[in-house]
């Protein structure tokens, strides 16, 4: 069964970065589109970052350019998301995710909190 399991989340200051890692079984990956999202408390989960697959194009919606890096390692079946000059307003669960044969799959997240 498909699988995604997050992790590197955590307490960070203001200004500092994080790498997240996910590791995905279950389906090609190679083959896979990979996307990272976020959910911050009362708020709705909004895409992040999305690599695609074979051509590993990277999309970011505008707030996120520049800060934000999503990449991906297919033999080890891996996408990361490097976050830099990280704010408050970044704090949110971050969640790995994936369609693969038309059913949307996630990982069970991973906290980041930045604060001082």
């Known amino acids: 069964q498909v699988q995604l399991v997050e992790s590197g989340g955590g307490l960070v200051q203001p200004g500092g970065s994080l790498r997240l890692s996910c590791a995905a079984s279950?389906?090609?990956?190679?083959?896979?589109?990979m996307s990272w999202y976020r959910q911050a408390p009362g708020k709705e989960r909004e895409v992040v970052a999305t690599?695609?697959?074979?051509?590993?194009?990277?999309i970011y919606p505008d707030s996120f350019k520049g800060r934000f890096t999503i990449s991906r390692d297919n033999a080890k079946a891996a996408v990361y998301l490097q976050m830099n000059s990280l704010k408050a307003d970044d704090t949110a669960v971050y969640y790995c995710n994936t369609r693969w044969r038309w059913v949307m799959y996630w990982g069970q997240g991973t906290q980041v909190t930045v604060s001082s």
């Open positions: 690599i695609t697959s074979p051509g590993g194009d990277t």
């Open positions: 279950g389906f090609t990956f190679s083959w896979a589109t």
